[in-house]
């Protein structure tokens, strides 16, 4: 499959031509994909994959915690965004699965900017099929372990139960705080292959406790935004308060990238207001932040 590329300049961190590599030497590509199918509450996230990549030209470049210009020791690309409205969320997923796995078999490493968290289970399918020993580590406000809601097997509110219909998978969920008593017995009934870290006990939270299951195994990051406190991302179509915040998140997918490999990721959920860009840019710090801790080698 070939994959399209958006201009360096209209891509990821808005890079002019010179700082710019081909597809063919990057090793890290982001996916926007604006899938806004199934949405609750606040709609929006649609337009979240536009708005991250505006906002990341703003991001500066030099990363103090590897202090260098991070993107340098890896190159990235963006893939050309595909008009998918009105397209049913199977059909979205199955395209979402194929280009992320051309872009997996091509030895890159996956970034998907979703659009609602359903796009999950379509960007994760060829790591399933690559990772034999895959965990998942997922940030969220929600356990989005429904079995689907309002009619729609593969809604937001379900996105995590259909990554989790692979009967192998475990999955380190990190800032919960809302579950719907019809998920409790999903969650009971596998307990053995999830761990819930409790928004209501934030501070108490032990991050080596946390990235414990992950170590020494590949791992595929998720990341909603709503995950984050409401004060601080309330661009979101489900926000919460209770959340962690910045440098939360930060230490615990820097831990989880001392002791295992991340080899890919999305972020969702981002739900823009006009003239509210604050949310926007934390969305394109974090995608810069995952990559760098990704994709950069501290040894």
Known sequence: MEIDILPSEEGFLGLPKEDAV???DAKAVVIPCGLDASVSYGGGAGKGPAAMLVASHQVELFDEVFWCEAFREYGVVTARPENIEGLEIPTVLEGLAAKTTAILNAGKFPLVFGGEHSITPGAIR???EKYPDLIVLHFDAHADLRDGYEGEHFSHAAAIRRVLDHPTLPIVSVGIRNISAEEIPFLDANKHRITIHWGKDRKHWDIEEIVAPLKGRPVYLTFDLDGFDSSLMPATGTPEPGGFFW?????IIEAASKNSRIVGADINELAP????????FLAAKLAYKILNYSLISRE
């Open 126 to 128: 060829p790591f399933l």
């Open 273 to 280: 207001i006009e003239g509210f860009h604050a949310p926007d």
């Open 22 to 24: 081909s597809y063919k």
């Open 247 to 251: 440098e939360d998140a930060i230490d």
